[in-house]
């Protein structure tokens, strides 16, 4: 065996094996407990980058590890491969989105399989094959028998020039990504699932999700938003009509002084004044090209305008002026807002901007506001004023006492509302799940029979990005014939929200060959909930809410028995690298830079910050690329040492460099002493030096196992077998005990296994084992190595290292104090001088002070 370390060669070599073996294929054991290690699947762009390599090596580390601890270990790998990168393809390079996006798995799966990574890949599949989605469509149906699934009017975005709709991701700036010309929002009818049904139990659950972080669980808390208080009436002035809002301070209702609504309310219009319109009109149109996020910014420049209407303060009959506001959306509450400028910060700007009044109704305690000379709101507890009969009660007691005199009045009542919303899963784009229903003019919406699905997307059609979906007009796929009554009907053309293929896929996977129905119950069972799910913080309130949500439409339609799909998260950071960037050629790549200076033009080069790794700020690396200068192993060990899971990883040529020199020294560590200890056994006990080595072996498995196992401390596992690396090379008195020396090499191999697989395999054949390395089994901790008989003790004098000294761990003061006074290197500090004090601090040091 060459002392020459090749990954190239070894890497092919047991990827070849893992290959043709499948070894890590899973299936149902009721004598094994099982595991089940997700991350989330990726979609398939055409190359993986360094943000998978650490997602996945992460996920690899912990199945490998749980297999080695004798789980039975379900590890598998799909592809999230509906959406609109795939359209774009098309319509950029004319090639059918189906033809892209399988091209671009074949060459991503041999990319993972590069890495190295422990899938089950028997269980490969798409969320585009018709075999995934047209369980998909059968679970919408049965959400439609229930009342689950419904459709109603909804603004989208509209380009008229490309006449079609438009995806958020595709307005820049309020303009059509394609044409560069103004979107416009336009009402049309969309699908939407029910999750306000479940708005409860998502709640509920956050509290017993232990396994999750508390950042993701308050993200969905605050998505989900339930708050408790009242729905009260304005009515408008000389108008039948009612505005409703709600609030959850009617302890403030006398301090309203003026109505805010969203632009886009349906009332909105109907509220203009003749003399108003123009103007309103405009504003509408120009708050509808905002981000809704950035309208809902604490930094957003407040803005409104008068619609010219009045509404009535239902307790104190005032006439207020009803404005539309920027920062006021339809997507909480009513999209109406009392605004009590005196007390809500975002209404108090508002009002010192448009110069409307700011009435105190709440004073704090032993003080006196004046809304005249207020510099803030004030939104603390006080004691009410201004406010009638509930004038000196604490707001407290004024909010229940407020409430319910406005129920008595029929002005209003007491109520639970949630910010969110329904879950609009249409989308008029051709690269999705198609809608399984058909719309008959006599007989409305009638449901796909279960029969006839797979709906299947029809793949004879030209992409041009003009025009809307092409299956609105490809004859073949919509006419049909209605399945009441038989008559020429036509297919619903939207089709789902990728989001709809990923809130299943785990659950799938379960079972992914069955043909009888979405789940084979037995099997998803067995295997669910996802007992560890890996992936970005991004996902927290879009991908991991509606899991959780379909989640439970499938154990309602008894298709699983299981609450929640995932019984721990971890969302890893990102991979970050400091940008490059000239200030006349803009951000560069590494090899535009050369000494400082761009290469283009031959100027300086200014260093931006440390950023994830972005092709638009070319910061990127490509993990092919470092495959092959390095190996996967050294890719897998930089991504997983460098930092802990959780944080962002910086970007460090060193830290890769410093990796390889690592390997190359296990690799030389056994092959240097392998006609050593070649055949040699165990010895069950040691002495002498051998004593101190078996300790560290041991001590490293007892750190190692506890850093893997649930706490994902890979970084301080991985520094742990490098001190026992450094410990076997400093081990000097090997070929006298050549099978202590074994036993710390083979425990080097075993634990480095879930982390650098190739080379372990490799060096574990190397030592003479017939089966692979992770079927030896997780090392356990010899508990009596552990045992220390002896202490080293530093020596200081006056403060100063000058030697060390080893004692037995039940040595008394006296005899500690004089090994030390003893010892020949102190006694060069300490022999012509007085001892005035000998300090012994337990198990650590002794330090004696001389004059």
Same mark, same amino acid.
């Given at each position: 065996?060459?002392?020459?370390?090749?990954?190239?060669?070894?890497?092919?070599?047991?990827?070849?094996?893992?290959?043709?073996?499948?070894?890590?294929?899973?299936?149902?054991?009721?004598?094994?407990?099982?595991?089940?290690?997700?991350?989330?699947?990726?979609?398939?762009?055409?190359?993986?980058?360094?943000?998978?390599?650490?997602?996945?090596?992460?996920?690899?580390?912990?199945?490998?590890?749980?297999?080695?601890?004798?789980?039975?270990?379900?590890?598998?790998?799909?592809?999230?491969?509906?959406?609109?990168?795939?359209?774009?393809?098309?319509?950029?390079?004319?090639?059918?989105?189906?033809?892209?996006?399988?091209?671009?798995?074949?060459?991503?799966?041999?990319?993972?399989?590069?890495?190295?990574?422990?899938?089950?890949?028997?269980?490969?599949?798409?969320?585009?094959?018709?075999?995934?989605?047209?369980?998909?469509? +059968?679970?919408?149906?049965?959400?439609?028998?229930?009342?689950?699934?419904?459709?109603?009017?909804?603004?989208?975005?509209?380009?008229?020039?490309?006449?079609?709709?438009?995806?958020?991701?595709?307005?820049?700036?309020?303009?059509?990504?394609?044409?560069?010309?103004?979107?416009?929002?336009?009402?049309?009818?969309?699908?939407?699932?029910?999750?306000?049904?479940?708005?409860?139990?998502?709640?509920?659950?956050?509290?017993?999700?232990?396994?999750?972080?508390?950042?993701?669980?308050?993200?969905?808390?605050?998505?989900?938003?339930?708050?408790?208080?009242?729905?009260?009436?304005?009515?408008?002035?000389?108008?039948?009509?009612?505005?409703?809002?709600?609030?959850?301070?009617?302890?403030?209702?006398?301090?309203?002084?003026?109505?805010?609504?969203?632009?886009?309310?349906?009332?909105?219009?109907?509220?203009?004044?003749?003399?108003?319109?123009?103007?309103?009109?405009?504003?509408?149109?120009?708050?509808?090209?905002?981000?809704?996020?950035?309208?809902?910014?604490?930094?957003?420049?407040?803005?409104?305008?008068?619609?010219?209407?009045?509404?009535?303060?239902?307790?104190?009959?005032?006439?207020?002026?009803?404005?539309?506001?920027?920062?006021?959306?339809?997507?909480?509450?009513?999209?109406?807002?009392?605004?009590?400028?005196?007390?809500?910060?975002?209404?108090?700007?508002?009002?010192?901007?448009?110069?409307?009044?700011?009435?105190?109704?709440?004073?704090?305690?032993?003080?006196?506001?004046?809304?005249?000379?207020?510099?803030?709101?004030?939104?603390?507890?006080?004691?009410?004023?201004?406010?009638?009969?509930?004038?000196?009660?604490?707001?407290?007691?004024?909010?229940?006492?407020?409430?319910?005199?406005?129920?008595?009045?029929?002005?209003?009542? =007491?109520?639970?509302?949630?910010?969110?919303?329904?879950?609009?899963?249409?989308?008029?784009?051709?690269?999705?799940?198609?809608?399984?229903?058909?719309?008959?003019?006599?007989?409305?919406?009638?449901?796909?029979?279960?029969?006839?699905?797979?709906?299947?997307?029809?793949?004879?059609?030209?992409?041009?990005?003009?025009?809307?979906?092409?299956?609105?007009?490809?004859?073949?796929?919509?006419?049909?014939?209605?399945?009441?009554?038989?008559?020429?009907?036509?297919?619903?053309?939207?089709?789902?929200?990728?989001?709809?293929?990923?809130?299943?896929?785990?659950?799938?996977?379960?079972?992914?060959?069955?043909?009888?129905?979405?789940?084979?119950?037995?099997?998803?069972?067995?295997?669910?909930?996802?007992?560890?799910?890996?992936?970005?913080?991004?996902?927290?309130?879009?991908?991991?809410?509606?899991?959780?949500?379909?989640?439970?439409?499938?154990?309602?339609?008894?298709?699983?028995?299981?609450?929640?799909?995932?019984?721990? +998260?971890?969302?890893?950071?990102?991979?970050?690298?400091?940008?490059?960037?000239?200030?006349?050629?803009?951000?560069?790549?590494?090899?535009?830079?050369?000494?400082?200076?761009?290469?283009?033009?031959?100027?300086?080069?200014?260093?931006?910050?440390?950023?994830?790794?972005?092709?638009?700020?070319?910061?990127?690396?490509?993990?092919?690329?470092?495959?092959?200068?390095?190996?996967?192993?050294?890719?897998?060990?930089?991504?997983?040492?460098?930092?802990?899971?959780? =944080?962002?990883?910086?970007?460090?040529?060193?830290?890769?460099?410093?990796?390889?020199?690592?390997?190359?020294?296990?690799?030389?560590?056994?092959?240097?002493?392998?006609?050593?200890?070649?055949?040699?056994?165990?010895?069950?006990?040691?002495?002498?030096?051998?004593?101190?080595?078996?300790? =560290?072996?041991?001590?490293?498995?007892?750190?190692?196992?506890?850093?893997?196992?649930?706490?994902?401390?890979?970084?301080?596992?991985?520094?742990?077998?490098?001190?026992?690396?450094?410990?076997?090379?400093?081990?000097?008195?090997?070929?006298?005990?050549?099978?202590?020396?074994?036993?710390?090499?083979?425990?080097?191999?075993?634990?480095?296994?879930?982390?650098?697989?190739?080379?372990?395999?490799?060096?574990?054949?190397?030592?003479?084992?017939?089966?692979?390395?992770?079927?030896?089994?997780?090392?356990?901790?010899?508990?009596?190595?552990?045992?220390?008989?002896?202490?080293?003790?530093?020596?200081?004098?006056?403060?100063?290292?000058?030697?060390?000294?080893?004692?037995?761990?039940?040595?008394?003061?006296?005899?500690?104090?004089?090994?030390?006074?003893?010892?020949?290197?102190?006694?060069?500090?300490?022999?012509?001088?007085?001892?005035?004090?000998?300090?012994?601090?337990?198990?650590?040091?002794?330090?004696?002070?001389?004059?």
């Amino acid at each position: 065996m060459s002392n020459l370390y090749n990954p190239n060669d070894i890497e092919a070599k047991w990827q070849k094996n893992w290959i043709e073996k499948q070894p890590f294929c899973a299936s149902m054991d009721s004598d094994k407990e099982k595991y089940y290690l997700l991350e989330m699947f990726p979609y398939p762009s055409g190359r993986i980058h360094m943000g998978h390599v650490r997602n996945y090596a992460i996920g690899d580390v912990v199945a490998r590890f749980k297999r080695m601890q004798g789980f039975n270990v379900l590890h598998p790998m799909g592809w999230d491969a509906f959406g609109m990168p795939a359209e774009n393809a098309a319509i950029e390079h004319g090639i059918h989105p189906a033809k892209w996006t399988y091209e671009n798995i074949d060459s991503m799966r041999v990319q993972l399989q590069r890495i190295g990574l422990s899938y089950d890949w028997q269980r490969e599949f798409a969320t585009c094959d018709a075999d995934y989605y047209r369980w998909e469509q +059968l679970v919408f149906l049965k959400m439609y028998e229930r009342g689950l699934a419904y459709k109603k009017g909804s603004s989208v975005n509209w380009c008229n020039d490309c006449n079609t709709v438009l995806a958020n991701e595709q307005v820049e700036d309020g303009c059509c990504w394609r044409c560069h010309n103004e979107v416009q929002p336009k009402e049309l009818e969309q699908w939407f699932f029910k999750i306000t049904d479940y708005a409860d139990e998502l709640l509920e659950w956050t509290d017993k999700l232990s396994g999750w972080p508390e950042r993701v669980l308050a993200m969905q808390r605050n998505w989900i938003g339930k708050s408790y208080g009242c729905e009260i009436e304005f009515t408008v002035a000389d108008q039948a009509e009612k505005i409703k809002v709600f609030t959850t301070r009617p302890d403030t209702l006398y301090g309203a002084t003026f109505m805010s609504l969203a632009p886009e309310h349906p009332q909105a219009k109907d509220l203009i004044t003749s003399d108003q319109k123009a103007d309103v009109e405009a504003f509408i149109d120009d708050v509808a090209r905002q981000d809704k996020g950035d309208r809902t910014s604490g930094d957003l420049e407040k803005k409104g305008i008068f619609t010219g209407s009045y509404c009535i303060n239902p307790l104190n009959g005032e006439k207020i002026p009803v404005f539309l506001a920027n920062f006021v959306l339809m997507d909480y509450g009513t999209g109406a807002v009392m605004a009590v400028p005196a007390h809500d910060q975002r209404d108090f700007e508002f009002a010192k901007k448009y110069e409307l009044p700011i009435r105190v109704v709440i004073q704090p305690e032993g003080e006196v506001l004046d809304g005249d000379t207020m510099e803030e709101a004030f939104t603390g507890s006080g004691v009410l004023t201004n406010s009638s009969q509930f004038d000196g009660k604490d707001n407290e007691t004024a909010k229940e006492g407020i409430a319910t005199f406005l129920d008595e009045q029929g002005n209003g009542r =007491k109520t639970v509302n949630y910010r969110l919303r329904d879950w609009g899963v249409s989308r008029q784009r051709y690269w999705g799940t198609p809608i399984p229903i058909i719309y008959c003019d006599d007989c409305g919406a009638v449901p796909v029979p279960e029969t006839d699905l797979p709906v299947k997307l029809p793949t004879d059609v030209e992409l041009t990005g003009e025009g809307g979906s092409p299956l609105a007009s490809h004859a073949a796929f919509l006419q049909a014939n209605c399945p009441k009554c038989g008559k020429i009907a036509k297919r619903e053309t939207d089709t789902f929200d990728t989001f709809v293929e990923s809130s299943w896929y785990f659950a799938r996977y379960t079972c992914p060959g069955h043909t009888d129905g979405p789940l084979d119950k037995d099997a998803a069972n067995y295997w669910l909930p996802v007992d560890q799910y890996i992936g970005g913080i991004e996902h927290a309130v879009m991908h991991l809410l509606y899991a959780r949500f379909f989640t439970k439409i499938l154990r309602d339609l008894d298709m699983i028995d299981v609450d929640e799909p995932f019984t721990n +998260l971890l969302t890893q950071g990102m991979v970050c690298k400091e940008t490059q960037r000239c200030e006349e050629h803009g951000w560069l790549y590494p090899e535009q830079v050369d000494d400082g200076n761009c290469t283009l033009c031959n100027k300086p080069i200014v260093l931006g910050r440390t950023e994830k790794m972005s092709k638009s700020k070319k910061n990127v690396i490509d993990p092919n690329q470092l495959i092959e200068q390095y190996g996967a192993d050294t890719a897998r060990l930089f991504s997983l040492f460098a930092a802990p899971p959780e =944080k962002d990883l910086e970007w460090n040529e060193q830290g890769v460099e410093g990796c390889y020199r690592f390997l190359n020294r296990v690799w030389r560590a056994v092959n240097d002493n392998l006609e050593l200890i070649s055949g040699v056994e165990v010895p069950a006990t040691v002495s002498g030096d051998a004593v101190d080595l078996r300790r =560290k072996t041991n001590q490293t498995i007892k750190k190692v196992s506890a850093d893997i196992d649930g706490s994902f401390h890979f970084n301080t596992a991985i520094a742990a077998v490098m001190e026992l690396v450094n410990a076997i090379y400093a081990f000097k008195p090997k070929q006298d005990h050549p099978g202590v020396l074994r036993e710390a090499l083979e425990a080097t191999v075993v634990m480095l296994n879930p982390f650098v697989p190739h080379i372990c395999e490799e060096l574990w054949q190397v030592l003479g084992h017939q089966q692979g390395v992770e079927l030896c089994g997780w090392p356990t901790v010899d508990e009596a190595a552990l045992v220390t008989t002896e202490l080293t003790l530093v020596v200081q004098v006056n403060g100063k290292v000058r030697g060390k000294i080893t004692v037995t761990v039940d040595a008394d003061k006296e005899t500690i104090e004089a090994e030390a006074l003893a010892d020949e290197n102190v006694q060069r500090f300490i022999a012509d001088k007085q001892v005035r004090k000998v300090i012994v601090v337990p198990g650590r040091l002794i330090n004696i002070v001389v004059a």
